[in-house]
C-alpha cells in the first residue's frame, strides 16, 4: 500500500510554453502533498505544501505565480510550471501524506528539460 | 528551524564491508527521524524511521540506525553490503509537533553510497 505516481516521468518543453505535473496517491487518501525539486548532485529543496480544498503554502523564494499547486482532491495534486525557462529544468518529485501518519510517501519523480 | 547534516558525501565500500553513513541534525524541538534511499532517476524510498521508543532503529534491507539525543546524530549502518546497495542515501528531520510546519522533512544534502566489487 501507500503507492504514489506521478505523470509524466520525464518531459521535454520548448522555453516559454507550460508544464502540468500530476502527483496521485493510488490507495489512499492524501490530507497533504509536498512538491520537492531536486537539483543534479544536490538534495530535495521543499517547493510548497498543499492540503486539499485550500491554497498552497509555499516556501521562501518559491514564485508561486510560476509554480502554480492545485490540490483539487484527496488524491490529485498538480503542479504547473508557466513560461518555463531553462534554469527550471530539474527533478521534480512529490510526496503524499495521510492524515495523523508520521510518514510521506513519495513518488517517483519527474525530470522537466526546458529547452 | 531544522537543520541537518550529512557529514559525508560519498563513501565507497566493497561489497560484504561494513558501512556507516553518518548524518547529525540541529533543532530546538523534539524531531522524528528518518533515512532515505534514492536510486538514479527515481523517488525515495524510506529506510527506517525513528519515532520514539528503542534507540536502535531496524530498517529495510538489512539497514538499522541509532538515535543518540545527546550527539544529536543518526547514524545509518550496515554490516555487510551489497552491490545493489549503492544509491544515494539521504537523512531527514521532521518536527516533532503539528503547527503550520507540520509534516515538513528537512533533508540533510545526501551521501552517494558506492559499492565495488
Known amino acids: 500500500g501507500a503507492v504514489v505516481s506521478q505523470h509524466p516521468s520525464w518531459v521535454i518543453c520548448k522555453s516559454g510554453t507550460s508544464v502540468k505535473i500530476e502527483c496521485r496517491s493510488l490507495d489512499f487518501q492524501a490530507t497533504t502533498m509536498f512538491w520537492y525539486r531536486q537539483f543534479p548532485k544536490q538534495s530535495l529543496m521543499l517547493m510548497a505544501t498543499s492540503n486539499e480544498g485550500s491554497k498552497a503554502t509555499y516556501e521562501q523564494g518559491v514564485e508561486k505565480d510560476k509554480f502554480l499547486i492545485n490540490h483539487a482532491s484527496l488524491t490529485l495534486s498538480t503542479l504547473t510550471v508557466t513560461s518555463a525557462h531553462p534554469e527550471d529544468s530539474s527533478f521534480y518529485i512529490c510526496?503524499?501524506?495521510?492524515?495523523?501518519?508520521?510518514?510521506?510517501?513519495f513518488g517517483p519523480g519527474t525530470r522537466l528539460t526546458v529547452l | 528551524a531544522q537543520s541537518v547534516t550529512q557529514l559525508d558525501s560519498q563513501v565507497p565500500v566493497f561489497e560484504e564491508a561494513p558501512v556507516e553513513l553518518r548524518c547529525n541534525y540541529s533543532?530546538?524541538?523534539?524531531?522524528?527521524l528518518f533515512w532515505y534511499v534514492q536510486y538514479p532517476n527515481q523517488g525515495l524510498q524510506l529506510l527506517l524511521k525513528y519515532l520514539s521508543g528503542s534507540t536502535l532503529v531496524k530498517g529495510i534491507n538489512g539497514f538499522e540506525a541509532e538515535f543518540n539525543k545527546s550527539q544529536t546524530s543518526f547514524h545509518l549502518r550496515k554490516p555487510s553490503v551489497h552491490i545493489s546497495d549503492t544509491a544515494e542515501y539521504f537523512c531527514?528531520?521532521?518536527?516533532?509537533?503539528?503547527?503550520?510546519?507540520?509534516?515538513?522533512?528537512?533533508f540533510g544534502q545526501g551521501t552517494i553510497l558506492t559499492v565495488h566489487p
Open positions: 531527514a528531520v521532521k518536527k516533532n509537533a503539528g503547527g503550520t510546519s507540520y509534516g515538513k522533512l528537512t
Open positions: 533543532s530546538s524541538v523534539s524531531v522524528y
Open positions: 510526496s503524499a501524506m495521510r492524515s495523523s501518519y508520521n510518514e510521506q510517501f
